[in-house]
């Protein structure tokens, strides 16, 4: 099992990490084996051959935008000029915004993570879900494949699980069809333990949070082969799940104030906290992943590293 960090390969990774030696030392110290990185821009500092794995970019929201619906569309960008600057392609073309990055991918790391979800921020807070799960995996399916379509990508390609519409881990034939319409042979999840835990409002502490994961996986026995990466981080968002179900807070009509507003909440939902509960080494070894990616949010360099610090600590105990 090859123990990853999540990254951001953008400029403020510069700012933090004055070369790519430093952020090696500090990668060696903490016996990393590698990174699994979002690209935001790049950096000087991290190099290819650290790069483990290669989160592709995603949209929350975007299968209104690629079926053309155009008045749920306007509901939530207020005009489709402002929709087409976000998505940069017509809909019809929004599998070339991937392309880059699964190039990348392909070139320099060991597989690729896409999340299979859609909640438009409109609806986020009050769960007011406009698609099945069953319609965001049908929608999924055939942009993956169209992305596919036009690459040469050839590593593993893993499907992530969110806490709305799409991928949630709760009915294993939808699991089991997605897998198999993706035109690719290898193929498999990256199960978000935060993103799983928030799919269950009543939990409240993280040893229960670990006891459902666990309950899950016991469902999911007969696709236990695919479940090749873990993003390990815990979050009881549960609580605000329900209070901002119940009473939605008042959101700007602008949708990029909105956008910004909405980054609260949703920080408060999934929380990226590092992992304390003695009971997650023994999940995490029955789930027996290839790859464990750390995802504990942070707010800077120190941070990130005192926090990893005690992550590495908890789970070698």
């Known amino acids: 099992m090859k ?20 952020l090696e030392i500090f990668m060696n110290n903490s016996n990393l084996d590698g990174l699994e990185i979002v690209r935001c821009g790049g950096s000087e500092v991290v190099k290819s051959e650290k790069v483990i794995g290669v989160h592709l970019p995603f949209f929350n929201f975007w299968i209104d935008y690629y079926k053309g619906d155009e008045k749920r569309v306007i509901e939530e960008f207020g005009d489709l000029k402002t929709a087409k600057k976000f998505y940069q392609y017509e809909p019809e073309d929004l599998y070339k915004y991937f392309l880059p990055d699964l190039e990348y991918a392909n070139s320099n790391s060991e597989y690729a993570v896409f999340h299979v979800a859609d909640i438009r921020n409109v609806d986020y807070l009050a769960q007011d879900y406009h698609y099945s799960d ?8 055939k942009l993956v494949n169209k992305i596919l379509e036009n690459s040469n990508f050839d590593k593993l390609l893993l499907f992530e699980n969110l806490y709305f519409p799409g991928l949630q881990f709760n009915d294993v034939s939808l699991a089991k069809h997605l897998l198999e319409s993706i035109n690719h042979d290898k193929v498999g999840f990256m199960l978000d333990i935060g993103h799983l835990m928030n799919t269950n409002e009543s939990i409240k502490t993280e040893d229960e949070g670990w006891k459902y994961i666990d309950r899950i996986m016991d469902k999911f026995e007969s696709l236990k082969e695919y479940f090749k990466g873990i993003h390990l981080h815990t979050s009881l968002g549960g609580e605000f799940r329900q209070m901002y179900k119940n009473n939605p807070p008042k959101l700007s009509e602008d949708f990029y104030k909105r956008f910004e507003e909405i980054y609260h909440y949703v920080s408060e939902i999934d929380q990226h906290n590092i992992v304390k509960s003695p009971l997650a080494n023994k999940v995490i070894e029955k789930i027996s992943p290839e790859y464990l990616v750390l995802e504990f949010s942070s707010t800077n360099r120190n941070d990130k590293e005192e926090k990893l610090y005690e992550q590495m600590k908890i789970l070698r105990k």
């Open 3 to 22: 123990i990853l960090l999540s990254f951001i390969d953008g400029p403020n990774a510069d700012l933090e990490y004055s070369s790519n030696d430093e």
């Open 134 to 141: 069953i319609e965001v995996i049908e929608s999924s399916i």
